[in-house]
């Protein structure tokens, strides 16, 4: 995915509205269930407040549509149908509140006339009231499970990085203990190799030392042959 991708950004924001509205559809049901004792002015102003939350939320999820495209972010299939998926519950779940929401203030404008009206038509509100209920509860138990899978997935990707630095670790590991064996083979093969060239230089020197023996020699006896040589001349001449 790209490093631009700005849906978990969003999906965050997303998620923070469906917690307010939320707690706004719960005050709601309260309000509805309080029956002909219940104020009118709170009634409108909660769902006044609760149908700006979804629509907070419905542009929110146009937003989430334009991350969808798998050329523009790289996404494959997988990762597409999560987030379409995600979409899709989310805007069912706004879609039936605003209904219901409908529904109600249509109540609430024309009252019924008799006590009986007036106790069908709540039974029949509490009714649609806990069918929408129920449904946004499945929807978000399913997007729980798309988020848990979510972090499956990414704690199976941190776990796999980690497998691989291991190796890698490990494959180092085993690559400096081998050139540390290879230094410690070229040492002593320096160590060797110096031994003989300090053997080779002592026999350097003696054989040089010999040979500077013999020359002194040579050259004594040359010089003893020669004084010989000029007394017999002397005692002859």
Known sequence: MS??????????E?????NAAQGLH????????????????ELDWTTNELRNSLRSIEWDLEDLDETSNPKKFNLDAAELSKRKAFITSTRHMVRVSFRHTSDVNSLWEEPPTSAAQW????????????SANSQFIEEAQVQQQL?????????ELVSGSINVLKNM???????LDEQAEMLDDFSHEMDNTHSRLDNVMKKLAK????????????????????????VLLFFIL
């Open 119 to 130: 106790s069908g038509s709540l039974r029949r509100l509490d009714h649609q009231l806990q």
């Open 147 to 155: 988020i848990a899978e979510q972090q499956d997935e990414q704690l």
């Open 26 to 41: 719960h005050r709601w049901r309260e309000l509805l269930q309080g029956g002909s004792g219940a104020s009118k002015e």
């Open 14 to 18: 997303v998620q923070k509205a469906v």
């Open 207 to 230: 054989v040089s030392h010999m040979t500077s023996d013999r020359r002194q020699w040579c050259a004594i006896g040359i010089l003893l042959a020669i004084l010989l040589v000029v």
């Open 3 to 12: 490093m631009e991708d700005p849906f978990f950004v969003v999906k965050g």
């Open 169 to 175: 670790s490990e494959r180092i590991g085993v690559e």
